[in-house]
């Protein structure tokens, strides 16, 4: 079945850095596109990055020239590079994908942001 599990998440300082991880299971990763999400507390859940199978990548206008997102297909794999991080940027953040009719999620990991 699929699976996608995030780790990298962490108390940081503002203007510091982080490097988020999902680790995909269970589907043929190259041919799917892969997505970030986050939800910060009272709010809606939000997309931040997705890439493409073939490497186009979009970002949210907040996290654009901040955040890269990138995947590798040896490891099953995609990463979320955040730079230049700001205390909005607090949420607990999300892998997803889509296969076919079915959305998939990882369990989330926890992201703070202090000024």
């Known amino acids: 079945q699929v699976q996608l599990v995030e780790s990298g998440g962490d108390l940081v300082q503002a203007w510091g850095s982080l490097r988020l991880s999902c680790a995909a299971s269970?589907?043929?990763?190259?041919?799917?596109?892969m997505s970030w999400f986050r939800q910060a507390p009272g709010k809606q859940r939000e997309s931040v990055a997705t890439?493409?199978?073939?490497?186009?990548?979009r970002y949210a206008d907040s996290v654009k020239d901040r955040f890269t997102i990138s995947r590798d297909s040896a490891k099953n794999t995609v990463y979320l590079q955040m730079n230049s991080l700001k205390p909005e940027d607090t949420a607990v953040y999300y892998c997803?994908?889509?296969?076919?009719?079915?959305?998939?999620w990882g369990q989330g990991t926890q992201v703070t942001v202090s000024s």
């Open positions: 269970g589907f043929t990763f190259v041919s799917y596109a």
């Open positions: 997803h994908t889509k296969v076919g009719f079915s959305t998939y």
């Open positions: 890439i493409t199978r073939g490497g186009s990548t």
